[in-house]
């Protein structure tokens, strides 16, 4: 008979290490460096510092099973009431909101936590002093797993002396540096190529110094907190935002939401046929997955999909069955203005036709704006440039970055480069550097959505032919990458972050077709 | 200012359902099914039944997007009382337990019904009758998501009119089966193969029905619940064992883990020096990390990060400092019955003497017996190749099921094999068809352990040339299988899950050696 029982959030992350990343001992000693690092340079970058960041990790004298990692940080701190609950208790964030930032589970410094108090039995010891306080915070704590709370061993503050703001975090754990050394030294040297604004200093168990100087005294714009964007909404989010409140329906969604005005909210109330005045509370379930359903509006992506799994036997029949939002005969019209057969097989409905279809249709829909990039923080073409030019003085070297697109209520922007000859090694297959939210991607490559695109490509169709001296950069950001595991190694194959990828390494590669072509013309000019 | 707050498991994982596996319409649809599948082969395989599973996917009539999926067993069905929280608490499960099952991790129906919930609004219809029971029970039900509880919206129950025990689970989501339609295929395929004693049915959307029938009529033994193993055990875990009972730390232990006796308790006890009459709940924090890592003994590949690693500069030091239970002379003698110099620079120790240094110093640990196979539930080397053999027909097929071993306290058992020529398509890499807790796993494929052991063989080595006829088969089972993530798609490197897999990878990889020889010979032997 079969014995039932609950795990609390720390007792499943505990048992569970490997998803999260601490799969064994060189991978854990990574991963918690990761964690720690890419908080500090959330508290920093993200509030308008300019980053100081250090990084040491010792080797323990009496264990060499056993290392000890250090970070500092010149972050905005973390006020000391919030200290044992950030550190120790799982899923507890405060970047559950809509803005870019690297944490966002709620887990990474937890898990390294409970890593470190399973295999040492050790504690996680912070300091901490937030930017307009005038004390310093000492915590030394563990987590107790079957509560998922914190226990706080010892507690102290004192004045500062000095000016100083920011967070120091030290913990002990079971670590394989000669086997994560090139990992570690490969994840930092990425992160400061990409941050130029910081200074990252790093100590090894070997007692190495490496010291990336700040080369640019200009951070980049912070990202800001914004409302979800309707587009792609699910079901129990506008739940959550409607069941809240008694006011007019009207009125919630249109001070719920980013990117729809009033005009906008009143026509999608009507194609899913709510009475603006409604009580929002008030809304049954059928109502609010129709009211989703219009508020997504329509993807290209769904009408793609439509074309291959629609039961319809023509055109028109499809548009209808997929609720487009007029009548049969304002389709017919829109279809007879394209030059299609409504009573055609939609099976024959060519990509163009689909592409002229959905602006078409996208008309009918409430005039919903394009999601704000104020939530994202992009690296820009210029560090993306910079950056690949410093290590690799390629010949070429062109990077994209594409505007501002949504999926699921999320907004997201895709950015890409190419690289060619000069100092690029050649290889068989290109060489991928990934990057999602400013964290660079060094695990799993061939299970992520950028390598599943670069997999497709025609490399004739580029004048390129491998063996190739070609580097492909991708950077995903957005108010919620979509990794594929809470370890942040891959990212995941949303069809919205697929195609924008694909568009954009393609228009990249145009580029750099260009500029073969033009160099093969120079180079026959020159033998005439 | 950041804004702190606390997420349930319930919102936790419907805000990142790609974690789970749910990343787009084709992908979820894929996932919900085999949520589904490996629920009921565990209720009906684990607990002696000969499953019956019927699986049906229906494309919604009214919204094409739409997919209701039905999966109904004759398995030992559920409880009333524990119904709810089954289908409708995330991290709630009764497979917490340490044996065999596809289920691991509490979450794996819920993540299907919260994606069901957020894209289509939807219920999830449950009917059960429990084995020993005469009513059968209905629920319609929803998951709170803040609260991470069951909402019912109707219940009922009613005597049952005929012999018949088991579930039938039944959801309606957003989903693509155009685009899913291979994998689902593939999936259910490839579980039939290795589960020959199941009969499953399934029914598409495009109403076609597959049925694979029993073709054998017994069971595999059962698994059985064990107590963990003492080796790899965490200093958690000991912790929960122990601060449980005020009784003498050495009953505690003995009565708590498998494969240790009184004297082997005695003995870690001393080596731990800890007093084996202490009250189990006085232990210290220090003692609990000295006894965790005595009963964790020596494995070899500590011995092997201790060589790289070591600060020592001699090899009797590098023992010394890894804590191994004996004195210095003790330890000098046992070097010098190797041949090996204790002053040599452990940097020069060869791979056969880490061996034999393991060997030796295994003799030195106290007494525990290897892990009990009991737990397990191996697919067999005679399933395994009549399975190659029924789908491809090869010239040569060759099974090894390794015996069992121990990571962090859980036993595991490695299976693989490889089939070879005949039937088999000719291709540049070797075909993987990965397993994992009879499991078939079919994305992520290059960012699993299995094909990290592939990556690394050298071809030539066993007279193979790619492009080759060459199928490799792997099979990971245990009380928990290290997957990378909690979608349950690829395994993590686990050094010694790794090892096991390169083993028996390489022993299958010999024989096959050997019949190409012959088979060379052979041909040579008939031209003359
Ligand atoms: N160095 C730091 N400076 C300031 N705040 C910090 C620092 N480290 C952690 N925090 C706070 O602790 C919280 C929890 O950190 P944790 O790493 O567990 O989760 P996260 O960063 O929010 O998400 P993720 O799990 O994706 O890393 C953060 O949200 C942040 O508010
Ligand atoms: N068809 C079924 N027959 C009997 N019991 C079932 C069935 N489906 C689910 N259960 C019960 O519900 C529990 C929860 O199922 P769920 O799939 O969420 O988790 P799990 O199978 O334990 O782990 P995992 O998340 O790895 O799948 C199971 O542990 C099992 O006890
Ligand atoms: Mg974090
Ligand atoms: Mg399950």
Redesign the interface.
Known sequence: I????????AQ?F???R??AGF???A?ALYQAVRELVENSLDATETHGILPDIKIAIR?S?????FYTITVEDNG?G?QPQ?VP??FC?V???????LRQTRG???LGIKAAV?YA?????SYVEVITSPVNSTRIYYFKMKID?GRNEPLIFERGSWRKSREWHGTIVSLTLEG????AKQKVFEYIKRTAVITPYANIVFVSPDEELVFFKRSVEKLPQPPLEVKPHPCGV????LK?ILRNSSEPVINVLTKSFQGVGVRAVEEALKIASIEPSKPSLKLT??E??KL?AVLKGISID?LI??R?????ATVIDMLI?L?VPATKDALTKLLNDLNIDPLSNPRSLSDEAIEAIYRGIAKLYPKIRPPSPKALSPLGEGIIEAGLKKIFNPEFVKAISRRPRVYQGHSFIVEVAVAYGGGVPSSSEPTLLRYANKIPLL?????DVSWKVIERINWEQYNITMPAPLIILTHVCST?V??????KE?V????EVERELSLAIKEALRALRDHLVRRMKEELAKRK
């Open positions: 079969e014995k039932f029982k609950e795990l609390s959030p499943f505990a048992r569970y490997e998803v799969s064994n001992p991978r080797q004298i009496d264990n060499p099973r905005i973390i919030y609950n950030a208790k899923l507890f964030s405060s970047k559950y909101v966002m589970y709620g409970l108090q399973m295999t040492a039995g797993l394989d540096w000669p086997r699910d079901v129990e989010l959550e379930d059928q609010i997955v989703a769904a999909r439509a291959e799994s629609t039961r319809a069955e609720e695990y799993d490559e061939k299970a919620k979509p990794f594929k595991g809470v370890g891959s995941a194959d949303v069809p």
